[in-house]
T-cell receptor, first 113, second 114 residues
Framework: AQSVTQLGSHVSVSEGALVLLRCNYSSSVPPYLFWYVQYPNQGLQLLLK??????LVKGINGFEAEFKKSETSFHLTKPSAHMSDAAEYFCAVSPSNDYKLSFGAGTTVTVRA | DGGITQSPKYLFRKEGQNVTLSCEQN?????MYWYRQDPGQGLRLIYYSQIVNDFQKGDIAEGYSVSREKKESFPLTVTSAQKNPTAFYLCASTKQGLAGDTQYFGPGTRLTVL
C-alpha cells in the first residue's frame, strides 16, 4: 500500500520568493511520483513526474522536484514565485507495479504582491 | 484539440434522485477513471476502466455506477444510495493504464444535493 503526506495545507509566499512544497510518501515497492496543479474549479494538470533515471526532475512553469529515496520525499520547488502560481498543488504516488494513484490532501499556495 | 470534456459543469440534484455525469475523451486513451474531490481530502478513486466493457471498483464505489460501452465515453451515475454526494467530480484518462502513465484530467463537474 502507498500513502502521501503533504506538509502544510496552506503556504503563503511573496512574489519573487522561493516556493517550497513538501511531499513525503510511503510505498512498499519503488514508487512513481507526480506533482499536479489545480486552478479554482478546474481539473488537474501535470507539473512533473519521476519514474526512473535522474532524481532531479524539471517540469513546466519553472518547477522542479527531487526524488530522495533515503528521505522518502519528493519536494517541489520554484526559485521565484509569480502571481500566476497561486493554485492548489497535489503530490501523488503509484507503485511501479500498479497504475493506481494515491493523492495527498493538497497544498494551497497564495502569492503576495 | 484533443482532451477530456465533462458535462455539465454544475449539477443540482434533489435527494432521492439519480444523476449521470458525462465524460468524453478524444485522446484515443484506453483507460479512464472517476475521482471524487472533497475539500482537504485530495482525490479519491471511485471507478476505473482499462478497456471497453470492463471496469473495476475503486476505493469509494458505494452508491455509484459506471458503464464503458465505447472507448471514448465513461459516464458516472450517482445513485440515491450515495449518502453524501455533494462534491467535485473529476474524470481522467491514461494512454494504456500502465504504471507511470500520466493521467489527463477533465475540467470537472460540481454536484450539489439540495
Amino acid at each position: 500500500a502507498q500513502s502521501v503526506t503533504q506538509l502544510g495545507s496552506h503556504v503563503s509566499v511573496s512574489e519573487g520568493a522561493l516556493v517550497l512544497l513538501r511531499c513525503n510518501y510511503s510505498s512498499s515497492v519503488p514508487p512513481y511520483l507526480f506533482w499536479y496543479v489545480q486552478y479554482p474549479n478546474q481539473g488537474l494538470q501535470l507539473l512533473l513526474k519521476y519514474t526512473t533515471g535522474a532524481t532531479l526532475v524539471k517540469g513546466i512553469n519553472g518547477f522542479e522536484a527531487e526524488f530522495k529515496k533515503s528521505e522518502t520525499s519528493f519536494h517541489l520547488t520554484k526559485p521565484s514565485a509569480h502571481m500566476s502560481d497561486a493554485a492548489e498543488y497535489f503530490c501523488a504516488v503509484s507503485p511501479s507495479n500498479d497504475y493506481k494513484l494515491s493523492f495527498g490532501a493538497g497544498t494551497t499556495v497564495t502569492v503576495r504582491a | 484539440d484533443g482532451g477530456i470534456t465533462q458535462s455539465p459543469k454544475y449539477l443540482f440534484r434533489k435527494e432521492g434522485q439519480n444523476v449521470t455525469l458525462s465524460c468524453e475523451q478524444n485522446l484515443n486513451h484506453d483507460a479512464m477513471y472517476w475521482y471524487r474531490q472533497d475539500p482537504g481530502q485530495g482525490l479519491r478513486l471511485i471507478y476505473y476502466s482499462q478497456i471497453v466493457n470492463d471496469f473495476q471498483k475503486g476505493d469509494i464505489a458505494e452508491g455509484y455506477s459506471v458503464s464503458r460501452e465505447k472507448k471514448e465515453s465513461f459516464p458516472l451515475t450517482v445513485t440515491s444510495a450515495q449518502k453524501n454526494p455533494t462534491a467535485f467530480y473529476l474524470c481522467a484518462s491514461t494512454k494504456q493504464g500502465l504504471a507511470g502513465d500520466t493521467q489527463y484530467f477533465g475540467p470537472g463537474t460540481r454536484l450539489t444535493v439540495l
